[in-house]
């Protein structure tokens, strides 16, 4: 069966663009979570949807990373003026309420 | 200080070996996962439990949840093993907190 999709695999961009990426969820999870892997941070969350709402925002760097969930099922994460500590491999998950989370195979963002 | 904390940073073991990965946590939790990154993939997720024991083939993982520590073995160690293992501990949405994770290195 299909897993968690992401796109783009890849993005570079220059300091200062928006990026917007993707995630496509396993059909009927309702759970869906952003998480950021990094060098220097290794695993850290960024935000948690439950449904088309996110009850925890928490993760988020700054005012910049907004994401958003349509119809209980894609998510995209929006970095605006990006800046080159943004650059990391962006993860995406979903799970039924409180199972185990299913890992997308992530974006790998560069900002040059 | 790192609310999940695990060790060994590093392990390297010979095909056949017992392998222990223990992580220990100070937050409290709904559950703990083991997951499995292997060089240039993605994250895979071992066990999720909450309490006792759990086994899948030549994996096993325990935890106590009074002392807030976690271990998992692996039993007859295969170079396929060779991977970063990482420990996660799960608020009650889910959302995980991840240790920095063990990179382990299976030699034939």
């Known amino acids: 069966g299909a897993g968690v999709s992401q796109s783009p695999s890849n993005k570079v961009t220059e300091k200062g663009k928006d990026v917007e990426l993707r995630c496509d969820p396993i059909?009927?999870?309702?759970?869906l979570y952003w998480y950021r892997q990094s060098l220097g941070q290794g695993l850290e969350f960024l935000i948690y949807?439950?449904?088309?709402?996110?009850?925890?925002k928490s993760g988020l760097p700054s005012d910049r990373f907004s994401a958003e969930r349509t119809g209980g099922s894609v998510s995209t994460l929006t970095i605006q003026r990006t800046q080159q500590e943004d650059s990391a491999v962006y993860l995406c998950?979903?799970?039924?309420?409180?199972?185990?989370?299913?890992f997308g195979p992530g974006t790998r963002l560069t900002v040059t | 200080k790192n609310e999940v904390e695990q060790s060994p940073q590093n392990l390297t073991a010979q095909e056949g070996e017992f392998i222990t990965i223990n992580c220990s946590y100070s937050?409290?939790?709904?559950?703990l996962h083991w997951l499995q990154q292997h060089p240039g993939g993605g994250i895979v997720s071992l066990f999720m439990?909450?309490?006792g024991k759990k086994k899948h083939g030549r994996l096993i993982a325990t935890i106590n949840i009074q002392e807030k520590h976690s271990s998992l073995h692996i039993t007859a160690s295969h170079p396929r093993d060779s991977a970063v293992y990482i420990c996660?501990?799960?608020?009650?949405?889910?959302?995980?907190?991840f240790g920095a994770g063990t990179q382990v290195v299976v030699t034939p």
């Open positions: 998950a979903s799970s039924s309420l409180l199972a185990e989370q299913y």
């Open positions: 996660a501990v799960g608020d009650s949405w889910g959302k995980l907190q």
């Open positions: 937050v409290g939790i709904s559950a």
């Open positions: 059909s009927g999870h309702t759970a």
């Open positions: 439990l909450s309490s």
């Open positions: 949807f439950q449904g088309n709402s996110a009850p925890d």
